[in-house]
């Protein structure tokens, strides 16, 4: 039985996100720490951290890194690398 690596097994579940785990999911991968993530969406950075959890799990239970790579590839396609590293923390 063939494998698939994570980041294609999360984006084929972006779809099971909420609307405001959807925008946090998205910003990750501008770069977003927690704090700007937080403060962009008028919520606390523990409510961010929450969201964060709960979107590893939904999306096959990525590192934070995977994440913010599969946020990133996402947005663009996979033809680009980030510029920078994720800046979020849980």
Request: glycine share 8%; proline share 6%.
């Amino acid at each position: 039985m063939p494998t698939t690596d994570p980041i294609t097994t999360a984006m084929t579940r972006i779809g099971l996100l909420t609307g405001r785990e959807r925008e946090i999911f998205d910003l990750l991968g501008r770069s977003q720490s927690t704090a700007e993530i937080a403060g962009r969406l008028g919520i606390s950075a523990r409510t961010v951290k929450f969201h964060i959890a709960n979107i590893r799990t939904k999306l096959g239970g990525l590192s934070l890194h995977l994440l913010c790579a599969a946020s990133y590839l996402h947005a663009t396609g996979p033809a680009e690398a980030p510029a920078e590293p994720c800046a979020a923390q849980i």
